[in-house]
């Protein structure tokens, strides 16, 4: 005959190691922390190029960043685009940009040669901050939304 205590403690152990295996398959997000994994933000401004005694040309841009996110880590593809009617000039391939997202939603970002960084915040279902292009133009309160 088996003793009833010993029944209901393995139960109960057993109950506790199925809870355990089940939470580790359900995504729990971190209080205060965004989660922007393989989610896309995009936005258009305007560049504008030229001295301060010639005419300024505004250039429209297209940027779009796809993130991956591990913990306060972010990696963002950057695709970028000039369009200005006459001619179209993509960038070949992705620019790779790194960084770090605040439990605050404030986020730096950065390519390895500086070709590309902004450094904003998150504020609703919006990221608005300043992006810097080769370092020497910086378009400010740039705002991107989620498109995917």
């Known amino acids: 005959m088996t003793d009833p205590r010993r029944t209901s403690l393995r139960l109960g152990a057993l109950a506790l190691l199925t809870a355990l295996v089940l939470s580790a398959c359900v995504p729990i997000s971190t209080p205060f922390l965004r989660n922007v994994d393989g989610q896309t933000w995009a936005a258009r401004f305007d560049v504008a190029v030229g001295t301060a005694e010639a005419p300024v040309l505004r250039l429209p841009v297209d940027l779009a960043l796809t993130f991956r996110q591990s913990w306060t880590d972010v990696t963002a593809d950057a695709t970028l685009e000039y369009d ?8 070949s391939g992705l620019i790779e940009l790194s960084g770090r ?3 605050d939603d404030h986020l730096d970002l950065e390519s390895p040669s500086g070709a590309l960084t902004f450094d904003g915040r998150f504020v609703g279902d919006r990221l608005i901050g300043t992006v810097a292009i080769a370092g020497v133009v910086p378009v400010g309160d740039v705002v991107f939304t989620r498109i995917r």
Do not use: E, I
């Open 84 to 91: 200005a009617g006459l001619f179209r000039l993509n960038t």
């Open 101 to 103: 997202l605040g439990l």
